[in-house]
């Protein structure tokens, strides 16, 4: 399995500059070491939506999703293989190898103007989003269903990361792991990560080549 999650990074690089992944050019997260925050209370349960979109993560870091009709709109690599997952405001995902469900629209898509900026909870504005956290250690991926597209976001030194969705900021906490050493914590402003939202949030290009089910790989 690791052989196949290296194959497809090395298919990714062709794509890429030369000797760079998708994620080596991942603009530096501003993160500010502090004190642990207080525990959460689990988010609220989500109303129902329609969900025409499927998200896969497989075990070796391939990242599928396809349309209800039958569309592959992108099949990608993670950095490494998943260890943990959150989807929309901070959910953890018990299940990776399990299909998930999404709809075709989110807040980030609709662009800036529909971003609770000012507001005291910013979670409601991550709804669509699924945050991955692999064995390489070193990247958060973020992946936005809607327009099939993934971002990075460089972590900061630590081992056995987990993340915590507060109102106002992005929370990692290092040491998550039996017997490990005492938490430490890195914290980044939800507005701090704009950027990475509106461009998460654009739209595919109308001349992009998708996926069916047979013929998974769109020529470019």
Known sequence: MRLACLFLSAVLAAQTPPGKLPWASAAAVPWKAGD?????DPPAPQAAAATPLT????????VRITHA???ITLRSGLPG????????????ISDLARPMAFPASSPILRGL???PIGAPDFRPAL????????????????????????????????????????PDRLEVR?????GGAQDECWSVPWLALLPQFLQLGQPDPANRPTGTALIPYPHT
């Open 81 to 92: 293989r998943p260890l943990r997952a959150w989807r929309d405001d901070g959910r953890e």
């Open 113 to 115: 103007s529909a971003l």
């Open 127 to 166: 709804a669509g989003l699924v945050w991955v956290l692999t064995d390489d250690e070193q990247m958060v991926t973020v992946i936005h269903p809607a327009t099939a597209r993934i971002g990075y976001l460089p972590l900061p030194g630590g081992r056995h990361f987990r993340l915590v969705f507060r």
């Open 174 to 178: 290092s040491g998550d792991a039996p």
């Open 36 to 40: 642990c925050g207080p525990a959460l």
């Open 55 to 62: 998200l896969r993560i497989t075990q070796d870091g391939t």
């Open 69 to 71: 009709k039958g569309i």
